[in-house]
């Protein structure tokens, strides 16, 4: 089993980045995907979340209008667009896999981090 994001860097205020999280040896299109965040010396947060199929996006209030979640679940890949990004979007953001029958079985990526500064 693999998640591996990736798309993650320096961008400035107002900028945009895409993150990638590529999935290997589950059934990606019974899970439902997510996408956290975890900034230094704070919890790790949701950021949003996409059903199995695609059909539903939920997102943070902190987030609403700026990230898109999507996923593909022919290439095995979710994604985050992040638009209009602010300094406090700083963070290393982590892809989160739960399986939507039986939640106990979940999986993590290793974390991409995303830093947003002049």
């Known amino acids: 089993v693999q998640v591996v994001e990736s798309g993650g860097g320096l961008v400035q205020p107002g900028g945009s980045l895409r993150l990638s999280c590529a999935a290997s040896?589950?059934?990606?299109?019974?899970?439902?995907m997510s996408w956290y965040r975890q900034a230094p010396g704070k919890e790790r947060d949701l950021v949003a979340f996409?059903?199995?199929?695609?059909?539903?996006?939920n997102y943070a209030d902190s987030v609403k209008g700026r990230f898109t979640i999507s996923r593909d679940n022919a290439k095995n890949t979710a994604y985050l667009q992040m638009n209009s990004l602010k300094p406090e979007d700083t963070a290393v953001y982590y892809c989160?896999?739960?399986?939507?029958?039986?939640?106990?079985?979940?999986?993590w990526g290793q974390g991409t981090q995303v830093t947003v500064s002049s």
């Open positions: 996409i059903t199995s199929a695609g059909g539903s996006a």
């Open positions: 989160n896999a739960k399986h939507t029958s039986m939640p106990v079985v979940t999986f």
């Open positions: 040896g589950f059934a990606f299109s019974s899970y439902t």
